[in-house]
T-cell receptor, first 113, second 113 residues
Framework: DTAVSQTPKYLVTQMGNDKSIKCEQN?????MYWYKQDSKKFLKIMFS???????INETVPNRFSPKSPDKAHLNLHINSLELGDSAVYFC????????????FGPGTRLTVL | GNSVTQMEGPVTLSEEAFLTINCTYT??????LFWYVQYPGEGLQLLLK?????DKGSNKGFEATYRKETTSFHLEKGSVQVSDSAVYFC????????????FGKGTKLTVNP
């Protein structure tokens, strides 16, 4: 069984559209994250949720809005997509908020045309 | 702030060659250190980790030792295989502060038969 899953795997859309990426973990973890990997493979954290509460928001534009309906899910909604949003987005989870190993999903490649 | 610097790639080796990928960090306190690997088209997988000075993490023939005196966590493998071709990321997780993984820029390794 997949521990951290994301859908869709690929997402191609036009500028200005609104899209969502879903993430689910079946590890029973309390903390979930979203990371962005740019075209040069550089990874940077965007958000972190612990027990459905926002913990980290790394100066991400307001067009990005994470939503955590329960501890096992952390979805990422993006409004008014821009060309610069094209990237691979990774979801991750860890047992608790702290110095704990994070487990990553397979990634969603978003292409904005 | 916390940061990770790792050697720039790409690195190209022949099978059975010795591998070293350098990683140094800047952080206050005592971070946990990680190596993650990203195989082509896949998400990140934890390769190994160390949580305190002089700890050695090891997995799949890879090793890295947490050196506080040189603030380093170099990745080594004695004999690489074609299947080790991937992008390797060094990362730190600062304990007791903002609990987020900070990644290096990644090093692409290609192993030729």
């Amino acid at each position: 069984d997949t521990a951290v899953s994301q859908t869709p795997k690929y997402l191609v859309t036009q500028m200005g559209n609104d899209k969502s990426i879903k993430c689910e973990q079946n590890l029973g973890h309390d903390t979930m994250y979203w990371y962005k990997q740019d075209s040069k493979k550089f990874l940077k954290i965007m958000f972190s949720y612990n027990n459905k509460e926002l913990i980290i928001n790394e100066t991400v534009p307001n067009r990005f809005s994470p939503k955590s309906p329960d501890k096992a899910h952390l979805n990422l909604h993006i409004n008014s997509l821009e060309l610069g949003d094209s990237a691979v987005y990774f979801c991750a989870s860890s047992q608790e908020y702290g110095p704990d190993t994070q487990y990553f999903g397979p990634g969603t490649r978003l292409t904005v045309l | 702030g916390n940061s990770v610097t790792q050697m720039e790639g790409p690195v190209t080796l022949s099978e059975e060659a010795f591998l070293t990928i350098n990683c140094t960090y800047t952080a206050t306190g005592y971070p946990s250190l990680f190596w993650y690997v990203q195989y082509p088209g896949e998400g990140l997988q934890l390769l190994l980790k160390a949580t305190k000075a002089d700890d050695k993490g090891s997995n799949k023939g890879f090793e890295a030792t947490y050196r506080k005196e040189t603030t380093s966590f170099h990745l080594e493998k004695g004999s690489v295989q074609v299947s080790d071709s991937a992008v390797y990321f060094c990362a730190l997780l600062h304990q007791g502060g903002s609990e987020k993984l900070v990644f290096g820029k990644g090093t692409k390794l290609t192993v030729n038969p």
